[in-house]
T-cell receptor, first 114, second 112 residues
Framework: DSGVTQTPKHLITATGQRVTLRCSPRSGDLSVYWYQQSLDQGLQFLIQYYNGEERAKGNILERFSAQQFPDLHSELNLSSLELGDSALYFC?????????????FGPGTRLTVT | DQQVKQNSPSLSVQEGRISILNCDYTNSMFDYFLWYKKYPAEGPTFLISISSIKDKNEDGRFTVFLNKSAKHLSLHIVPSQPGDSAVYFCAARLNRDDKIIFGKGTRLHILP
């Protein structure tokens, strides 16, 4: 158990819909990262927040957005969903925002778009 | 208990030479191995991968070797370039539905 929690574990929705994925970092971690893991793809970094502020942005689509709240939990919002958005979405947290300390990954949310 | 281990926290290599980054794993059920490269303040970037049914995969200057009997994989970078200075993460996947388990990373310094 990494200490990072993600809900829901599974999500099935239709194309065009909007979903929100939630992540709670480990106690004491200020930084949250979101990743997308598609079939046969490596982990793709989406976005990073540090203490409520956006710190780094990766391959995140404009249809996707995220935020980190004062209690440090984070939400990833995916809208206008397409079939290709079906993937595992991971959240990770780390103590600092440098990106070089170890990231602890949550169990992931499996999103299936039908 | 670390299932994916990168025992060298850092490595310095002269520009133009070969960089060899090593990774050991403990779970023989891993079916897919990946290497990620990470610059400061950026997320990891996928570099190269190898399926457990292969022993070598090459992509340009990067080659990954897998020795299943030794539960060991390595990443070779030839020739090393200044832009290769970064942290490299070895990662492994248990099955298609599982998350990727990362090693702690090796910081590679390419010396001029």
């Amino acid at each position: 158990d990494s200490g990072v929690t993600q809900t829901p574990k599974h999500l099935i929705t239709a194309t065009g819909q909007r979903v929100t994925l939630r992540c709670s970092p480990r106690s004491g971690d200020l930084s949250v990262y979101w990743y997308q893991q598609s079939l046969d793809q490596g982990l793709q970094f989406l976005i990073q927040y540090y203490n409520g502020e956006e710190r780094a942005k990766g391959n995140i689509l404009e249809r996707f957005s995220a935020q980190q709240f004062p209690d440090l939990h984070s939400e990833l919002n995916l809208s206008s969903l397409e079939l290709g958005d079906s993937a595992l979405y991971f959240c990770a947290s780390s103590v600092s925002g440098t990106g070089l300390d170890e990231q602890y990954f949550g169990p992931g949310t499996r999103l299936t778009v039908t | 208990d670390q299932q994916v281990k990168q025992n060298s926290p850092s490595l310095s290599v002269q520009e133009g030479r070969i960089s060899i980054l090593n990774c050991d794993y403990t779970n023989s059920m891993f079916d897919y191995f990946l290497w990620y490269k990470k610059y400061p303040a950026e997320g990891p970037t996928f570099l190269i991968s190898i399926s457990s049914i292969k022993d070598k995969n090459e992509d340009g200057r990067f080659t990954v070797f897998l020795n299943k009997s030794a539960k060991h994989l390595s990443l070779h970078i030839v020739p090393s370039q200044p832009g290769d200075s970064a942290v490299y993460f070895c990662a492994a996947r248990l099955n298609r539905d599982d998350k990727i388990i990362f090693g702690k990373g090796t910081r590679l310094h390419i010396l001029p």
